[in-house]
């Protein structure tokens, strides 16, 4: 849901990035792949060990960028299957990172409450590869599934949100809700997205 409306605003402030990396002759997989890089190592380095205020903004302004590589190409004129192919894994494989990592520090809370949080954590993952697969089933079988109850960017964005919440002084519980929220949120998506299927392609 928030991610289509995003989209207009990146486009807009990053864009001059977008051209001034395509003058100095850098590529979009570059982009693509550095950017990864960057999110896994935050990942891992601060968000796992429950470094709930630089590790949020970090991830955050790296994956606000995070469409730069697609402006390029297509201000190259080099837009291609791979690229897409290419942009669609790492986010993936960005996304598992980051909800294994808020899992890992999960661990360390006290009661109950951890427990849940890391459970919930540790859902998401699979769901967010569910909500990502039926998607690309969806497109293969000549569908649209492509909306959702919760895009990508929805579950960053809230998940990030709770933990700099957490980060900042709110209680463990507000970080558990907003898990809850995603991995709820990203089943219902699957389901959407299979209704969406069946109801183009029966």
């Given at each position: 849901?928030?991610?289509?409306?995003?989209?207009?605003?990146?486009?807009?402030?990053f864009g001059p990035v977008?051209?001034?990396?395509?003058?100095?002759?850098?590529?979009a997989d570059a982009v693509?792949?550095?950017?990864?890089?960057?999110?896994?190592?935050?990942?891992?380095?601060?968000?796992?060990?429950?470094?709930?205020?630089?590790?949020?903004?970090?991830?955050?302004?790296?994956?606000?960028?995070?469409?730069?590589?697609?402006?390029?190409?297509?201000?190259?004129?080099?837009?291609?299957?791979?690229?897409?192919?290419?942009?669609?894994?790492?986010?993936?494989?960005?996304?598992?990172?980051?909800?294994?990592?808020?899992?890992?520090?999960?661990?360390?809370?006290?009661?109950?409450?951890?427990?849940?949080t890391y459970g919930f954590?540790?859902?998401?993952?699979?769901?967010?590869?569910?909500?990502?697969?039926?998607?690309?089933?969806?497109?293969?079988?000549?569908?649209?599934?492509?909306?959702?109850?919760?895009?990508?960017?929805?579950?960053?964005?809230?998940?990030?949100?709770?933990?700099?919440?957490?980060?900042?002084?709110?209680?463990?519980?507000?970080?558990?809700?907003?898990?809850?929220?995603?991995?709820?949120?990203?089943?219902?998506?699957?389901?959407?997205?299979?209704?969406?299927?069946?109801?183009?392609?029966?």
């Amino acid at each position: 849901m928030l991610g289509g409306h995003g989209r207009g605003f990146s486009t807009a402030v990053f864009g001059p990035v977008a051209k001034l990396l395509v003058k100095l002759g850098v590529s979009a997989d570059a982009v693509t792949i550095t950017g990864t890089i960057l999110a896994i190592t935050v990942s891992f380095t601060l968000l796992a060990r429950g470094h709930f205020v630089s590790g949020p903004l970090l991830l955050g302004a790296i994956l606000v960028t995070d469409s730069i590589d697609g402006q390029m190409a297509r201000l190259t004129g080099r837009a291609s299957k791979w690229g897409a192919f290419l942009d669609s894994t790492l986010d993936r494989m960005t996304d598992a990172c980051v909800f294994l990592s808020i899992a890992l520090a999960a661990q360390s809370f006290e009661g109950t409450i951890g427990t849940v949080t890391y459970g919930f954590a540790l859902a998401i993952v699979p769901l967010a590869m569910l909500v990502s697969y039926a998607r690309a089933r969806g497109e293969a079988v000549g569908a649209d599934p492509s909306r959702g109850l919760a895009e990508r960017t929805d579950r960053l964005i809230v998940a990030l949100a709770g933990c700099l919440a957490v980060g900042l002084g709110a209680p463990i519980l507000v970080l558990t809700i907003a898990l809850g929220y995603v991995a709820i949120a990203s089943a219902i998506t699957v389901v959407q997205r299979m209704l969406a299927v069946k109801a183009q392609v029966s």
